[in-house]
């Protein structure tokens, strides 16, 4: 497959921006200011952020076994998303319920969307999306796996079928895969010319950085690469991303404690009454308030009523009424938190 023909017409007739980086002793190239800031004296940030990212791009790349070349920097994945659609453009197709960005940044560049529900336990509807394949061409293909909001894994058998059929890029959005304790599809880069995946530092402790990463055969990097602005990563962030990378050990006792307290919040909230919690692979829990009336406006008025309830003792969960009518959704926090939310949820119940 050709993925530089997969680009829009555009797209392929563009150059990348080109910023070069040479070495100098007195740098008075670029309009900067001589003066930088004493209080940041760590990063000179009187001078533009290094447009490619070099030093955090290879720390990323040691860590998931790729080269540099593989591997685009973006200002959170959030902005990765808008470039890939920016890039190859639409249809996208993507299951429902999934991370709403999405159909939001696919409308916002008019894109065409096709949304394919997932099937009754929250897995891919493959035969559904091979006829979409088939009859609609995507251009784009997202899967969050593990799925926000739902939680799971997608049945990985699924996923590959996926990337097998589709003449598009498939991205595998991989935000909550630190929280789920596979790595299947960063060894199929190079196997899979159409294969994207998305990785983000913002759920294992570096949210305010806004450092997301896309890994994806070169040629993929190439196209995506001419949309991005040039200086789409600041010098804070790309210099706080390499020194928590550095300390691994710290990031990963992190992900480990996170995890154990998702077991515990499963296991505890599968013992409350009057809560149907959803088996969960990610940072977070859906789960399901069963309405006095069985109805859908029963189920909607409690998970409201629960919300509302939790928000006055304090804690601040996700309503999910409007896509996902009668559930809400807990991140997984400190031990401490969760016990209250647990303690909370008991009293509203
Ligand atoms: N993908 C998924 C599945 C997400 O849930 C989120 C965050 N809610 C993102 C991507 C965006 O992450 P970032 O902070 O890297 O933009």
């Known amino acids: 497959m050709d993925m530089r023909r997969l680009a829009k017409p555009n797209i392929r007739a563009l150059k990348a921006y080109r910023a070069e980086e040479i070495p100098c002793r007195i740098k008075l190239d670029a309009n900067e200011s001589p003066y930088g800031f004493s209080a940041l004296r760590s990063v000179p940030v009187n001078r533009y952020p290094d447009p490619e990212a070099k030093t955090l791009r290879g720390l990323v790349a040691r860590e998931f076994r790729v080269r540099p070349g593989n591997i685009l920097h973006g200002n959170g994945s959030d902005e990765l998303i808008y470039n890939l659609i920016a890039t190859f453009g639409g249809p996208a197709a993507y299951p429902v319920p999934t991370f709403s960005m999405y159909g939001i940044l696919s409308q916002a560049l008019n894109e065409a969307k096709i949304e394919i529900p ?12 091979m006829e979409v394949i088939k009859k609609q061409k995507p251009k784009l293909i997202f899967l969050s796996s593990p799925n926000n909001p739902t939680g799971n894994r997608f049945s990985s058998d699924r996923i590959r079928e996926i990337i097998r059929a589709s003449k ?175 303690k909370a949820l008991r009293q509203l119940l």
């Open 118 to 129: 997932l099937d009754e336990r929250f897995d891919l509807d493959t035969e559904r999306f």
């Open 168 to 342: 598009g890029v498939v991205v595998v959005d991989e935000a909550y895969q630190p929280f789920s304790g596979r790595n299947e599809f960063l060894p199929l880069i190079g196997k899979h010319r159409n294969l994207v995946i998305l990785r983000t530092l913002s759920k294992i402790g570096l949210a305010g950085l806004r450092v997301g990463f896309m890994v994806a055969d070169p040629a993929v990097i190439n196209e995506v690469n001419k949309v991005r602005l040039p200086f789409n990563l600041n010098s804070l962030s790309q210099h706080a991303a390499a020194e928590a990378l550095k300390n691994r050990e710290q990031m990963h006792s992190h992900i480990r404690s996170v995890v154990s307290e998702r077991k515990r919040l499963l296991r505890e909230m599968k013992k409350t009454e009057g809560i149907e919690p959803y088996p969960s692979q990610a940072n977070f829990i859906l789960f399901k308030i069963r309405g006095a009336a069985k109805s859908v406006s029963g189920n909607r008025k409690a998970a409201d009523r629960i919300y509302e309830g939790l928000l006055r003792k304090g804690i601040l969960v996700r309503n999910m009424n409007g896509i996902f009518d009668g559930c809400l959704r807990v991140t997984v926090g400190r031990p401490a938190e969760n016990t209250a939310f647990l």
